[in-house]
């Protein structure tokens, strides 16, 4: 990369096209979740690396981007659409692969590893409840990562990934209620990253609880990524700016030994650092994004596979655990892609449902 290359950049506005890095990234996204859970199953979390610096593991690292990107391409999803044609664009992203993932590792668990019957593990009140609590994901509601008598783990731990999807799920409502009543305005939405920052700060320090830890830090990524939609016009995304905020994370790595400094530095970078390296590199690097997104696939299916290899016996340490885990996990989320979740993508909105609420305003570019 030559020196004019480093000074010059382009908008954020300028990148159209699915011609990207989104792909890879949320697959090492996921793939630092199937890392993080190799440690945190085995008992073993505070040998995680990223943990060890950070104090937060490499998997949570991965969440956080997951939700700066989706804060970025839902509020894009939103941005020319009607709130029904929105709804049913969040609604085929996350339930139909869902509602499979879960049948599926429910009957493979009842089948083959439960210590029940398969008769009266199905007809069980906690495997019922963890099929209606997964298929909803509903606010108030929740998701339920646990499923006694299935893979004799400690505390029936199932999967434990699915916790966030409540909070995803309650950020694309946030954005719907915003849009739909003020238009995304800049201010707006830096002023709801703003209060989740507050709610984050506040509970650490103990003065006031505004919310939950992670619905504020979630709130922070998912906006943030919205803001940087919003203001696409204007930001610029710049080789020498990225290599600088990560420069920034590993001097304060070096000159301070305070994991909270190191994690609110890092957290402070990401969405800027991200952006970047979804939009900018090109080349040979591209490719990978005619794979498809197997991410979603990863995130759903890796935890219960990671626990199955863990209760049989078949892997006693984290590293062995990762890798066996990868290679049974990857091509399940590429059959779900493949088979499920790109042809279900295209699913038109049904024509009962395709009426329109009133316009709100457009969200600004600059």
């Not at 506005?13 to 890392?35: C, E, K, M, P, Q």
């Not at 204007?234 to 600088?244: F, M, P, Y």
């Not at 890092?266 to 979804?278: G, K, T």
């Not at 990868?326 to 059959?335: E, N, S």
Request: aromatic share 14%; with cysteine; proline share 4%.
């Amino acid at each position: 990369m030559m020196i004019r290359d480093l000074l010059s950049g382009s908008k954020v506005g300028d990148f159209h096209g699915r011609d990207n890095n989104f792909n890879l990234i949320r697959f090492l996204a996921a793939t630092s979740v199937i890392w993080t859970h190799a440690f945190g199953l085995l008992q073993q979390t505070s040998r995680e690396p990223v943990y060890h610096a950070f104090g937060i593991g490499a998997g949570d690292l991965g969440v956080d981007v997951f939700f700066v990107l989706s804060g970025y391409l839902v509020s894009k999803s939103w941005d020319g659409k009607t709130l029904t044609e929105f709804g049913w664009a969040r609604f085929l992203r996350i339930y139909p692969r869902l509602w499979v993932s879960i049948l599926v590792t429910v009957v493979v668990a009842g089948l083959f590893f439960t210590d029940l019957s398969a008769g009266r593990f199905f007809l069980n009140q906690s495997t019922i409840t963890y099929l209606l609590h997964n298929a909803t994901i509903l606010p108030k509601f929740g998701a339920q990562l646990t499923l006694p008598h299935a893979l004799r783990y400690r505390n029936d731990d199932f999967n434990v990934p699915l916790w966030t999807l409540p909070y995803e799920l309650q950020m694309y409502v946030l954005l719907a209620l915003f849009g739909i009543s003020f238009g995304l305005r800049a201010r707006l939405v830096a002023s709801v990253a703003a209060f989740g920052v507050l709610g984050v700060l506040f509970d650490k320090i103990g003065l006031v609880h505004l919310m939950d830890v992670n619905r504020g830090r979630f709130l922070y990524l998912f906006f943030v990524g919205s803001l940087i939609y919003v203001l696409r016009g204007r930001i610029v995304l710049r080789a020498w700016i990225a290599g600088c905020a990560v420069g920034l994370v590993l001097a304060v790595g070096i000159l301070t030994k305070s994991q909270i400094v190191r994690q609110a530095t890092l957290l402070l970078v990401l969405p800027y650092v991200l952006l970047w390296c979804a939009l900018v590199p090109a080349g040979w690097i591209r490719q990978w994004n005619k794979l498809g997104d197997y991410s979603y696939g990863m995130y759903i299916y890796g935890c219960p596979i990671q626990i199955a290899l863990i209760s049989t016996g078949v892997v006693a340490t984290a590293g062995g655990d990762f890798l066996l885990s990868m290679l049974i996990t990857v091509p399940i989320a590429a059959l779900s892609w493949h088979l499920l979740e790109k042809r279900v993508l295209h699913v038109r909105l049904p024509a009962f449902l395709a009426f329109e609420f009133p316009k709100r305003a457009p969200a600004p570019t600059d």
